[in-house]
C-alpha cells in the first residue's frame, strides 16, 4: 500500500512537471508569435552594418553597405510572370501547405544523413524564415527545426500573398540587392514593374547561388538555369512556348556581354574601386547566407599597400591618357596621309573604268557622318528621348547609336592594367585593372583579361634551357634570317623587331634586347614540350585550362602566341624573385565578423596547402632562378628596359645618413605581333609588377612608338621608383651552392686572353656549365689575320649584305689583310671579300681595323 502511494506521488509529481515545462515552453512559444505580430513589418528594416575594407597597415579602403540597394514593392505591382517563376523554381506547392513539405523534409534528411544531394528541403516560408530569425549558413538538424518552427508561426501569421511580399522585398538575389525592385535595377536598368518572363526566370536562378549564377560572370551558367525555369513554366501552363521562346531569345539579343559583376555603382569613397571590386567578387564566393558582405558589419583585412596603390593609379591615368593621345595623333595622321595619296588615284579609277565600289570619297563621307552622329547627335537624341517619353527613338535610334560606339571604343581606345605582388607572401599590393572604374568599364583585366604576352613569355623558356644545361649565359648563338620548318614542313620564318640583325651573340644578350631567332633556337633546342610545360607550371595555370589557352607546340609559341592573365605573369617572375619557391597571388588576408572574431584566414589555407605539397611548391631549383635573376638584370642595365630605368638608376635612393643605394632590378619586355599588346615585367628583391597596354578588342595595332619598352616600361619605372621609396637596401638571395661567377669573352663566349681587351663580361652559370675553353678569336699573330666567322658575319649582317649570301653558322671563315684566304674558292666569300675591303661612296680605303681585335 505505502509503495502504491510512493508511485503515485512520483506520478502526480511527474504530471506536475511535465505540465510546468509544456507550460513554459508554451508561454515562449507565444511571447514569440506574439513578437512577430508586433514586430515583423516588412517595410521596416534592422540597421545594417557595413563590411570595412582595410589596408595591410589597417588604413580604410572602402566600405560595402547595402541599404542603398534595397527597394520596396507591393506584390500587386508585380507582374504576374515574377511570382510564377518564383513558385516554379523554388516551391510548386506553395500554395497548398502550411509553411513546410513532409516530402521535401525527408528528402533533406537523407541528403544531410548520407551527404548527397537530393534538391532543397525548404519551402519559400521556410526561406525567408531561415532568412529572418537563423544562421542559413548553419548546416545542422537545429537550425532546420527552429527554421521549421518559425516558418509554422509566419504561416499562421501572414498570408500566402503577404509571406511572397515579404520575401520578394527581404530576400538577397547577388550583387548587394535585396529585394526584387532592386535586384531588376542592377539586372536589367529598369524597375521590377517591367520584368518580363526572362528576366524573372533570371532572378530566381540567382536564389540558389547567385555568385555561381550571375550572368555577367557566367552567361552560360545563367542560360542553362533560365532554360530550366522557363520550361517549368511552360509545363505548369503558366505561360506558352511562344512567350518563353521570345522572350528568352529577346533577353539574349539586348544582353551586353561587356559588362562584368557589379554594373550597378554605388556612390561610396574608394581609394582604390579596382582593388575593392576584386575583393567584393572573391569575397561572394567565400560568403553567403544570413552573414553577408552588405549588412553584417564584416572587418576585411586585405594585402593592399593605399601608398603603393595611390602611386599605381596615379601612374596607369597618366599612360593611358598618354598612350591614346600619341595613337590618336599617330592614326589621324596616317589616316590623312592615305587619303590624300590614294583617293584621288581611286577616284581616277572610279570615273575611267565605272568602278562605283571603289568610290572612296563617298565612304568616306559615310564615315565621317556616322561618326558625328555617333558623337555629337547621339546623346542629344538620348536625353530628348529621356525627357520626352519617346521610348521607341532610345531604343529604336540612341541605343543603337550607343551600341556601335560602345563598340568602337574596344576597338580604338587603348587600355591599360598593372598588378604588383610581394614576392615573399604573394600579397597583391597594388591593383589598377583599367581606365577609370565606373559602370561601363569593370572589367579587371588584370586578372580576367587573356592575352599574348609577345616576348614577355621568352624568359619562361629560356629557364628550362638554363636546367637543360645545354645552354648558358655565355652560350653564342646567330641572330641572321633563318627558315624553321613545321612539323608538316612548312616553314617559319620569324623577323626580329625592326628587322634588324645583331650576328652572333651570346644568349644573355638575345634575351636582355629581345631577338626572336636566337630565342626560337633556343626552343628548338630544349623541345617545345619541355618549354610549354615549363611555362605552365611558372604561370600557374590550371590543367583543365591549358587546352583553352593556344598552348601548341610549334615556333609561335616561342614569340609569346597564347593566352595568359597578367596575374599569371606576375606569378611566374615572381618565382625567379622567390628563389624559385611557388607565390600564390592573395587579395584577402582574413576576415573577422562584427565582434572581432576571424570568421575566414585565406591566407591561413594558402600557406597550409604550400606546406602540404613539400618539395613540390619549388617550382624551379633555386639555382636556376638565382641565373635566371642575373640574366634578367641585364635588361635593366643594358637591354630594352635600360632606357625606362635610365640604366637602373631610377631605383637610386638615400639612406638616413645620405649614404646612396640603388635596388636591383631585373625584367623584360614584350610586344606582340603587329605591335598589339606592349608589355613589361619587372622586379626587385621586394616586389614583381606588371604593366600591360592594348586593346579590349584585337585587332588594332599600337604602332612603333608605342612598345613593351615605350610605353609599359616607362609606366613601371615611375611606379616602381616610388613603390620602393623608403625601402632599405636588399639584394637577391643567392644560393649558398650551386652557382659560379666566371668572366669571358663577350664574342666567343671563352675564357678570355690578354687580347680580348674590353671585350669581356662576368656572368652567372651553374656550377659545371661555365666555360673552360680558352679564347681562340682574338689572336694578333705576324700575318695579321684577323677574325673569322663573327666579325665577318657581324659587318654583313650590319651592313644589310649578308641577306645576299649564304653563310653557314659553323662556316670557318678566316682572311689576311691582302684579301687572301683558305676559303677563297667559295663564291659567297669571295664577294663578301670584295664588298668589305672596296672603297666607300667617298673614296676612303677599308677601314682594316675594322676587323681587328
Known sequence: MQKTSRITLLMIFGLFFFAAVFGLSLGLALSTTKFIIDNENFTEFDTALPTRILDINGELITEFASEEKREIISINELPQHMIDALVSREDRIFYKHHGFS????????????????????????????????????????????????????????????????????????????????????????????????????????????????????????????????????????????????????????????????????????????????YVRRELSDMIYGTDDIYSSGFTVNTTLNLKNQIAAQNTMDRYIAYANRTYKKSSNARQNQAFKIYTPLTELLTLTFNLGELKVSQQRNETLALSTYTKQINPIVDVMSLVMGIDSLKVGVANKANATAKSNVGKNVIEGTMIAIENSTGYITSLVGGSKYDGENQFIRAVQAKLQPGSS??????????????????????????????????????????????????????????????????????????????????????????????????????????????????????????????????????????????????????????????????????????????MLENTVKSGTLAGPTGNGSKFSYKDSNGKKYTIPAAGKTGTTQNWADAWTACFTPYYTSVFWFGFDKPGQSLGLELTGSTLAGYAMASFMQKAHEGLPFKNFTRPSTGTVDVTICSVSGALPTEECGNHKITLTFLDGTQPTDICTLHSGNSTGRVLGIYRLKQELYKSGFASELLIKDDEPLTFNLDGTSSNKNNPAISKSYEFLLQEDEFGNAPDYNLFLE
Open 457 to 630: 613569355f621568352k624568359p619562361l623558356y629560356y629557364s628550362a634551357a638554363i636546367d637543360s644545361r645545354q645552354f648558358t649565359p655565355g652560350t653564342i648563338i646567330s641572330d641572321t634570317p633563318v627558315v624553321f620548318h613545321t612539323a608538316d614542313g612548312k616553314p617559319y620564318i620569324p623577323q626580329n623587331f625592326r628587322g634588324e640583325w645583331k650576328g652572333d651573340v651570346e644568349l644573355w644578350y638575345a634575351l636582355a634586347h629581345s631577338m626572336n631567332v636566337p630565342s626560337l633556337k633556343v626552343l628548338d633546342g630544349i623541345g617545345f614540350d619541355s618549354a610549354i610545360n615549363r611555362a605552365i607550371d611558372l604561370l600557374g595555370i590550371p590543367q583543365e585550362e591549358v587546352p583553352y589557352r593556344g598552348f601548341v607546340p610549334g615556333y609561335p609559341i616561342g614569340l609569346g602566341v597564347c593566352s595568359v592573365r597578367p596575374i599569371e605573369v606576375a606569378h611566374a617572375y615572381a618565382i625567379f624573385a622567390n628563389g624559385g619557391k611557388e607565390v600564390v597571388p592573395i587579395a584577402i588576408r582574413n576576415v573577422e565578423d562584427k565582434n572581432g572574431k576571424v570568421l575566414l584566414n585565406p591566407e591561413k589555407d594558402v600557406r597550409q596547402k604550400q606546406q602540404a605539397k613539400g618539395s613540390a611548391s619549388q617550382i624551379i631549383s633555386p639555382q636556376t632562378a638565382y641565373v635566371m635573376t642575373k
Open 102 to 277: 513532409i516530402k521535401a523534409l525527408f528528402r533533406a534528411v537523407i541528403g544531410q544523413t548520407f551527404h548527397i544531394s537530393l534538391g532543397g528541403g525548404s519551402t519559400l516560408t521556410q526561406q525567408i524564415a531561415g532568412t529572418l530569425y537563423c544562421d542559413r549558413t548553419d548546416r545542422s538538424y537545429m537550425r532546420k527545426l527552429k527554421e521549421l518552427w518559425w516558418a509554422i508561426q509566419m504561416e499562421r501569421r501572414f498570408s500566402k500573398n503577404e509571406i511572397l511580399e515579404l520575401y520578394l522585398n527581404k530576400i538577397y538575389f547577388g550583387g548587394g540587392t535585396y529585394g526584387v525592385n532592386a535586384a531588376s535595377k542592377y539586372y536589367f536598368g529598369h524597375d521590377a514593374r517591367e520584368i518580363t518572363p526572362a528576366e524573372a526566370a533570371i532572378l530566381v536562378v540567382q536564389l540558389s547561388n547567385p555568385a555561381h549564377y550571375n550572368p555577367f560572370e557566367y552567361p552560360n551558367r545563367a542560360m542553362d538555369r533560365q532554360k530550366y525555369v522557363l520550361a517549368a513554366m511552360v509545363d505548369s501552363k503558366l505561360i506558352t512556348k511562344e512567350q518563353a521562346d521570345t522572350s528568352f531569345d529577346e533577353y539574349w539579343a539586348n544582353f551586353d556581354y561587356t559588362r562584368t559583376g557589379n554594373t550597378a555603382i554605388r556612390t561610396r569613397d574608394d581609394n582604390a574601386p579596382w582593388f575593392s571590386e
